[in-house]
């Protein structure tokens, strides 16, 4: 087992991934995937804001079709640059930041928002498709609060904000 697939086996063990939504769908005990649901999905507030920082249109489009389907608003940045005055500007509840970016990367505009008093305390989660950049990012883990490996879903959009509820349904650092 190489260095990465210990740090994902360890990380999918934290926060396991939810199997795609399939009402028809059966597991292998022959139960409807709809069934296996044990508690309802904890959603934040309606009117949470999230800031959605990747280069590609795609993955923006994607994610805020995801998020403003259960009420929360998005603002969208194509760049680490702009990502941060964005969230100095309107200080959103959640942070999605991808790591491979034009300029500067998703590790020092990390760096840049845990080191400002205004975006300090936002719960950062870390997007990437690069395998290297994966694994600079278990190795450094230099602030941010979950990751996430492109591609994902639906499920596993809300499995991450998931952990980052607290009691009242607001997303909190869980350190916090």
């Known amino acids: 087992m190489t260095k990465l697939e210990s740090l994902l086996s360890l990380f999918r063990k934290r ?8 009402p028809g769908a059966e597991d292998a005990s022959n139960k409807p995937l709809v069934e ?3 508690n309802e999905r904890r959603n934040a ?11 590609s249109k795609t993955v923006v489009i994607s994610l805020r079709k995801i ?4 009420g929360y608003v998005t603002f969208e940045a ?32 990390l ?12 719960p950062i989660i870390m997007i990437s498709s690069n395998e290297q950049a ?25 499995a991450r904000l998931e952990r980052l509820l607290d009691e009242d349904l ?7």
Do not use: H, W
């Open 170 to 176: 607001q997303l909190r650092r869980p350190d916090q």
């Open 15 to 22: 926060v396991p991934a939810s199997p795609a939504f399939d």
């Open 78 to 109: 194509f760049d680490a640059e702009s990502g941060i005055e964005l969230a100095r500007a309107e200080s959103p509840d959640v942070i999605f930041l991808d790591i491979v970016l034009p300029g500067m990367n998703g590790f020092a505009a």
């Open 134 to 158: 994966t694994e600079q990012f278990y190795g450094d883990r230099i602030g941010a609060d979950d990751f996430m490996k492109k591609p994902f879903g639906r499920e596993e959009v809300f």
């Open 36 to 38: 296996r649901r044990k």
């Open 45 to 55: 507030l309606k009117g949470s804001r999230a800031l959605l920082i990747d280069d």
């Open 67 to 70: 998020l403003v389907s259960t």
């Open 111 to 122: 760096r840049a928002l845990r080191r400002d008093p205004l975006t300090k305390d936002i």
